[in-house]
């Protein structure tokens, strides 16, 4: 049973950082792209950051170029998302995922989980 358990949400002020974590168990974690989404009230998910499986190669939404570091440690099956100069536009309920293949910014990954919670402050 595939599980992703998303962890480092929560309430912050502008221009504050935090660092969302997703321990993932249940798959062969070195072979999955891994990927943040988030979705705001009202809006549809959305694609934040992606990382390969090799090499790593990244992929990231432009509003969060130079801001977000998506990083992976496939010794500890873990992924990170280090957000920095975080705005009020950045509140959402942010969504680790995986996905067997190559990068995507589209929701067509294979495993999701529950979401943490993520709330800028102007």
């Known amino acids: 049973q595939v599980q992703l358990v998303e962890s480092g949400g929560g309430s912050v002020q502008a221009g504050d950082s935090l660092r969302l974590s997703c321990a993932a168990s249940g798959l062969t974690f070195g072979l999955y792209v891994m990927g943040w989404f988030r979705q705001a009230p009202g809006k549809e998910r959305e694609f934040v950051a992606a990382?390969?499986?090799?090499?790593?190669?990244?992929d990231y939404l432009e509003s969060v170029q130079g801001r977000f570091v998506l990083t992976r440690d496939n010794a500890k099956n873990m992924v990170y998302l280090q957000m920095n100069s975080l705005k009020p536009e950045d509140t959402a309920v942010y969504y680790c995922?995986?996905?067997?293949?190559?990068?995507?910014?589209?929701?067509?990954?294979?495993?999701w989980g529950q979401g943490t919670q993520v709330t800028v402050s102007s």
């Open positions: 995922a995986a996905r067997s293949g190559v990068l995507s910014r589209s929701t067509d990954y294979n495993y």
């Open positions: 990382i390969s499986w090799n090499r790593p190669i990244t």
